[in-house]
């Protein structure tokens, strides 16, 4: 099996905030936000290659990473995340049959999540994404009144990884979008052109880094990683 990989990092962090998208923010010294999912995916023997997309006007600050992991590759983003991420899958070379999509914002996805993600795959016309199940109770709303009460067994809290045989998205990305169309995730995708879409179990460290309140965690799982308190292997 030979897959490759897309790390979104495209995005400009307007929820966050501050002089410089978050992905290039320092969470340890010399380990910028973006380090932690290079790391990661680049340990796997199955990962051929992998994309970092950025921001066109950041893409040398992602170069100092490519001497370092030889799996590595750039690209530019777009002007809105799914063609970002087709931009990604469009670098990625020829051999790889198989793409998992992950958000750079999510840096501690434990090597377990990306394994059952890997595991899940097969040349079927079947996606896989990776899921909490919801803990809360969910309603939907209407302005200001609540409209229902939706029943959580039957939801789960989307995350990334999410992979796709590569022939599933160049099917969906020369179909295109209804004009538009703001899909979330590349699932959602892959659903609306009527493929199947599985799902294994996330993790909570997977969190995604959006808010500024959302970095002190970020800089708390960091520290017990450097500690041994906390590990993200298999």
Not at 8 to 21: D, E, I, N, S, V
Not at 85 to 113: M, Q
Not at 162 to 179: C, D, I, N, T
Not at 214 to 230: F, I, N
Request: aromatic share 8%; charged share 25%; proline share 8%.
């Amino acid at each position: 099996m030979s897959i490759g990989v897309v790390l979104a990092a495209g995005g400009h962090g307007t929820r966050f905030g501050g002089p410089l998208p978050k992905q290039f923010l320092e969470v340890r010294p010399d380990k910028p936000l973006m380090r932690y999912s290079v790391e990661t995916f680049h340990g796997f023997s199955e990962v051929e290659s992998i994309v970092l997309v950025l921001p066109q006007e950041y893409m040398e600050d992602g170069e100092e990473l490519l001497e370092e992991f030889p799996k590595l590759s750039l690209v530019a983003g777009g002007p809105d995340r799914w063609i970002s991420v087709r931009n990604g899958v469009e670098a990625l070379p020829p051999s790889a049959d198989f793409v998992l999509i992950h958000d750079a914002a999510r840096p501690f996805t434990p090597r377990s999540v990306i394994r059952r993600c890997i595991h899940a795959l097969h040349p079927g016309n079947e996606a896989v994404i990776a899921a909490l199940p919801a803990s809360d109770t969910v309603k939907e709303v209407g302005g200001s009144k609540v409209a229902r009460t939706l029943d959580r067994n039957h939801l789960v809290l989307v995350q990334t990884p999410q992979g796709f045989p590569r022939a599933m998205l160049k099917s969906v990305y020369e179909r295109g979008l209804p004009q538009g169309a703001k899909p979330t995730d590349e699932a959602q995708i892959a659903e609306a052109a009527g493929f199947h879409v599985g799902w294994v179990p996330g993790s909570f460290l997977s969190r995604k880094i959006t808010e500024p309140e959302d970095w002190e965690w970020a800089e708390w799982v960091a520290a017990r990683l450097e500690s041994g308190k906390v590990t993200l292997h298999d």
